[in-house]
Nanobody, 123 residues
């Protein structure tokens, strides 16, 4: 079992920035492909971004491309999601996910999940 610990959510005005971090407790981040998903009230969980186990591949949803960046910090053992130019429609609970390999954009394909962190973007 892999425990994922997320941090960095909060309240921000539209146009602002936030940085989310996720760390696999007791495990090495480079041992997993990791990603971020989000879920707004009444909506299905949707893919945001992911990074492959090697770190060489990154994947970003069209809805956040050019605004969000996923990266991995091996020294800090974290995967980070830098979110810039935030919009009200980015408001959601953001979840960190992990698996042995990149599983695409379907949240049902990932085995390990964090508890989620709330991101609220106000106008």
């Amino acid at each position: 079992q892999v425990q994922l610990v997320e941090s960095g959510g909060g309240l921000v005005q539209a146009g602002g920035s936030l940085r989310l971090s996720c760390a696999p407790s007791g495990r090495t981040v480079s041992s997993y492909a990791m990603g971020w998903f989000r879920q707004a009230p009444g909506k299905e969980r949707e893919f945001v971004a992911a990074i492959s186990r090697s770190g060489a591949g990154t994947y970003v949803a069209d809805s956040v491309k050019g605004r969000f960046t996923i990266s991995r910090d091996n020294a800090k053992n974290t995967v980070n999601l830098q979110m810039n130019s935030l919009k009200r429609e980015d408001t959601a609970v953001y979840y960190c996910a992990a698996d042995r390999d990149y599983r695409g954009t379907n949240y049902k394909s990932y085995d390990y999940w964090g508890q989620g962190t709330q991101v609220t973007v106000s106008s």
